[in-house]
Each structure stands twice: as C-alpha cells, then as structure tokens.
C-alpha cells in the first residue's frame, strides 16, 4: 500500500479528516439524555472513511434498559388517554421537524451508513411519509359496529393500546425502519424502547430530536444505544415489555422470537430476503437493465428487497447479461456524500469480509461465471472505506449458495430459465420471500405471477425495491412471523382489539342459551 497520496496540497487539505474530538451522545430516558450506567461507550465510525469518528454513543447494559422501561412504563397511562387526534399532532409535528432537518438529517446518515445522499434523503422521506400516514390513523383507528344476536344489544370492536414496546432496528434504514415502529406504536397509545443497531445510532438520536423538539411527554419515546447482547437481549426480555418489533438478520430474529415466545410476548419479525426480478423474452430489455442496476446495487445491495437474483428467459439472457454488465462496469462508486457517485461502501469489516466471502463461494464451490467486480476496492477514494465493486455473477445454477442464500452486498446472480413456468418454480425455490418482480409485457402472465409468486411484495416492471408506507411490507417463509409493518396492518402489531357488549334491555339476557 502506497505511504502517502500525491494529490496537491489543496486537494489534500480538502479532503483532510479533521481530527477533533468526536462528539458523545447519551441515552435518552424519560425525557432525559443520560450516560450509561457501564460507564462505557462505543464509537461509530464512517464506513466510506474509518478515520473519520461519526460519534462516541453508549455501550448500554441491562440497567440502562430497566430505567428506560420504567419510564416507559411510567408514562404509559397518561399516554394511553391522551385522545389518538392529539397524539396524531405530535407526530405530525414530528413530520415537520424531519422535512425541515432532511437536509442536515440525511448528510449524517450518510456519514454513518455510507449510502447515497440521494438515498439518505429517500431514508429520512420515507420517515416522513410514514408521519403523514400514521397521523391520518389518528382520526380513523377504525374497528367495528355489529349487530347483536340479543335485543337491545350493541355491539362493536375497537382497539387498545398494549403497554410497553421494544424496539430493535437495523443500520439499512436508519430512519426509516424506526419510523415503522415508533410511529403507530405511539400513536395507538403505546410507550416504547428503541434500541437501534450500534451502527447506525446517530440517525435514531436525531430521529428522538425531533420527538424532543415536538413536545412528547417524557417517557413516551425512549433511546437505549449499544449491542445485541448486553442492551438488545435485556430489552427483549424484560418482563414488562410487552411487544417486540424487530428488523434484521434471520439468526437474530429466530433467537428473538424464542426468547419472546418464553415469556409469552406479541413478537413481530423482518429478517432477510432472497428476491428475484424475472426477465421475460417479450420485456423491455432497457428498462429490465434499469430496474436490475437500482434493485441489485442500490444502498450496495444491503436492503431486504435487494434484487440478488435475475431470473431471465433463455431466449434473452445473452442480450441481458451484456446489457447489464456493460452498465455495472460504469458505476461509479464511492463516498456517498459525494454526489457523482453512485455505490457507496458496504456498511462495516466484519459484513464487507461476509460479501467477499460469498463471491469466493460463487467462483468456487458455485463454479459461477464472475461477470464484473468480485473485489475489494482500495484505491484512491476508497482507500480507508469498505468498498466492494458491483459484482455480477452469470450461468448460476438456482440451487447454488449464492443463489439461495441472504448476500446483503452488491452481489448479483443471473439463472438462466427454460420457460415462464420454470422461471416461477427457481422465484418460489428459495427459503424466503419477501418481495418479487417480474418484467413482461404479457398481461395474462404478470396477474399469473402475481398471483404464483410466494412473496409479500411483488412489482410489475419495476424492481423489487421501493416499497411504499400505505401498503403492508414484509414477507412469508424465513423472511418474517406473519406480521407486516407499513399500510394500516401496522397497527395489529401495536395494538390489541377489544370488543364491547352494551345491553340497553334492562334484563338479564343469555346468549347461546335456548329459553
Ligand atoms: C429494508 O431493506 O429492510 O422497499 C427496507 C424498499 C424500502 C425499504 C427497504 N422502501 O426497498
């Protein structure tokens, strides 16, 4: 490796980390930013340049998340009453202060996560939007009237906040995914914990700023930074939590959801994704390279809805893949505050050694066709990040490893199919299923796929990221537990439905009893 760079001394002053001291940040309970009861702490740093300390956050311990149940706890009552159109406020308050800070918002995300600027703001937008429609559920909430089987009997169903929720997040979203949670967890009259991946605290911290800024009673929304075992595992455990929402990896959540389950616990669950675009001899070829580019390498593959497969029509797949590697190879990656670039890094060591891992498995064991990329990137800008070149691998068989298995890195594989019914069969071959797509022009044969196709999202002619916070999102198989989050079905994860009986006769009346 080269000892120094030759860039001018301008150059180099620009681009110079500025060694002061990082900035601490504390834990946020019952309205309050404390340090840690370890007296530890961790720090985070930019993964497109590891010199550069995004920030000190505690290492938080059991304690720490005992005090912020019991605030959690405390506030819950109150909370509980407040009527769901003024809850709504606060978030809407909420929306205000993320659209105003977007800016400032996402340049930090940026810097935490590595993702594009253009993301970031996409991330913090998305936050945004879940606001906007969580708030409109203030004045809605709907349950049911019915009828009675007895006279002068009313009957109705509506639902109940739960009490306490933990929350456990993941770096990919790092706003996004907490405003899944938080949002119509409060606004249903529930308090919560968060506990956000030590990757990305710095996101949730500014994400607790606006709740701050917005007035919310202390105790409704609190902050517990650190690691899965010494502040995750607490949290899922405590005996006053009453849901857990997790997002992350398959590993984790099983775990979760074992541990949940001991103490009899609402758990819901998003873990990962295995998804396919199918390309089809009759789609538009440009627009199928377009959607497999932003769905395969977009946030560096690390999202759950990443397009890790290609499923494409023999009679086209030659075209496709010239198509498709010929635009990877013009990629530009980089930084992603810079904006000429359009891949950033891959989020820390330990995930960028996991990706190279698996390309070795697909030019070995795999005996892939290594089409581009395949490597680490070392030079120049990348020299202190993660980076790994868009990696595109041809002639996979479907039962191959990184065929089925979870990358979650800008890896890619192509599987050639012999018809339309073989491409569903290698779509549905895998143990997940959380989002599809499928580029045809044939009608008949996208409702057929739409409706074979064993996943919880599933796009036509675009790819299989980008979904949208009205609709439900999550996935069948390994991907979740049966929960969704987004869309107004959010709401059965953050709350309980109650059902009233009003008898207006007078008299004791016995139903199912024949008189
Ligand atoms: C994720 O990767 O966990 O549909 C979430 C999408 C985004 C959310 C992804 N709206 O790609």
Not at 197 to 222: H, Q
Not at 258 to 283: P, Y
């Amino acid at each position: 490796m080269a000892k120094s760079t030759k860039a001018t001394p301008k150059k180099a002053a620009a681009k110079a980390v500025k060694p002061s001291k990082p900035t601490v940040y504390n834990n946020y309970i019952n309205g309050q930013w404390v340090a840690s009861a370890s007296g530890k702490t961790f720090e985070n740093r930019n993964p497109a340049d590891t010199r550069d300390v995004v920030g000190v956050f505690q290492d938080s311990n059991a304690e720490d998340v005992d005090a912020a149940v019991a605030a959690a706890r405390a506030a819950y009552p109150e909370w509980r009453l407040v009527p769901a159109p003024k809850r709504a406020d606060y978030v809407l308050r909420v929306a205000e202060i993320l659209t105003r800070r977007k800016e400032e918002i996402s340049a930090d995300m940026t810097r935490e996560m590595g993702k594009m600027l253009k993301e970031t703001r996409g991330d913090t937008q998305e936050a945004i939007d879940m606001a906007h429609f969580v708030a409109g559920e203030g004045r809605r909430l709907y349950g049911h009237t019915t009828t009675s089987e007895l006279k002068n009997k009313f009957a109705m169903s509506v639902r109940d906040s739960v009490g306490v929720c933990g929350l456990i997040t993941p770096w990919n979203f790092p706003i996004a995914i907490p405003s899944w949670k938080i949002l119509p967890a409060i606004l249903s009259g529930n308090t919560v914990v968060i506990k956000p991946a030590e990757d990305t605290p710095l996101s949730v911290v500014n994400f607790v700023k606006a709740f701050e800024e917005a007035g919310l009673p202390a105790g409704v929304v609190n902050m517990v930074t650190g690691f899965g075992a010494t502040a995750g595992s607490p949290l899922v455990t405590h005996p006053t939590v009453r849901v857990v929402s997790f997002t992350g990896s398959t590993q984790t959540g099983r775990a979760i959801s074992t541990q949940a389950a001991a103490e009899g616990k609402r758990c819901s669950l998003e873990m990962g994704g295995k998804n396919c675009i199918i390309v089809m001899e009759d789609a538009d070829l440009d627009l199928a390279v377009d959607g497999a580019l932003w769905g395969a390498f977009g946030t560096s593959g690390q999202r759950c809805t990443a397009s890790s497969r290609l499923i494409v029509h023999k009679k086209v797949v030659k075209k496709f893949t010239a198509l498709l590697v010929e635009r990877a190879k013009t990629l530009k990656v980089g930084p992603g505050l810079d904006e000429k670039n359009e891949v950033g890094p891959v989020i820390n060591e330990k995930q960028m050694l996991k990706i190279l891992n698996y390309i070795e498995i697909g030019k070995t064991k795999d005996k892939a066709k290594l089409l581009c990329g395949g490597e680490r990137l070392t030079e120049g800008d990348h020299k202190h990040g993660w980076f790994i070149a868009p990696t595109i691998f041809g002639d996979v068989s479907p039962n191959a490893t990184i065929a089925q298995e979870e990358i979650f890195g800008p890896v890619t594989a192509i599987i050639t199919a012999n018809d339309f019914e073989n491409a569903i069969d290698i779509a549905n071959n895998v143990g997940y299923g959380l989002s599809a797509s499928i580029y045809t022009a044939d009608v008949n044969r996208a409702f057929t796929a739409m409706r074979d196709l064993q996943t919880g999202i599933c796009y036509v002619n675009a790819p299989t990221i980008g979904a949208e916070v009205h609709l439900p999102f999550g996935g069948t198989k390994g991907t979740g537990n049966g929960h969704r989050e987004g869309g107004i079905e959010s709401f059965d994860i953050f709350t309980e439905w109650k059902s009233l009986y009003i008898d207006y006769s007078g008299k004791l009346q016995k139903a199912q009893i024949d008189e």
